[in-house]
């Protein structure tokens, strides 16, 4: 059975940095593309970031620059490294293969970015 369970998330100040963790289970890393979403209050879930089986980083155009995403194999983790964060930020995130509509979704970490 396919699980994400996602954690740590916080409340940081503005220009902040942190650091989620995906731990997966039921799908092999290095076959998956896996991908970081958000969803802020009001409005819909966002792709934010992905990474390909082989490791190839894509991100939207307003997390460039300050997101990172990368993956253990190994592990079956996927990260995601947030720096100078900014309010706007602030939302649950989840992890998820985009490839993977019938997967559930886990309960997500709350990030939330004080001004």
């Known amino acids: 059975q396919v699980q994400f369970v996602e954690s740590g998330g916080a409340l940081v100040h503005s220009g902040g940095s942190l650091r989620l963790s995906c731990v997966v289970s039921?799908?092999?890393?290095?076959?998956?593309?896996m991908a970081w979403y958000r969803q802020a209050p009001g409005k819909e879930r966002e792709w934010v970031a992905a990474?390909?089986?082989?490791?190839?980083?894509n991100y939207i155009a307003p997390v460039k620059g300050r997101f990172t995403i990368s993956k253990t194999n190994a592990k079956n983790t996927v990260y995601l490294q947030m720096n100078s964060l900014k309010p706007e930020d602030t939302a649950v995130y989840y992890c998820?293969?985009?490839?993977?509509?019938?997967?559930?979704w886990g309960q997500g970490t709350q990030v939330t970015v004080s001004s």
């Open positions: 998820h293969g985009p490839g993977r509509p019938n997967d559930a």
């Open positions: 039921g799908i092999i890393l290095s076959d998956t593309p």
């Open positions: 990474i390909s089986g082989l490791g190839n980083p």
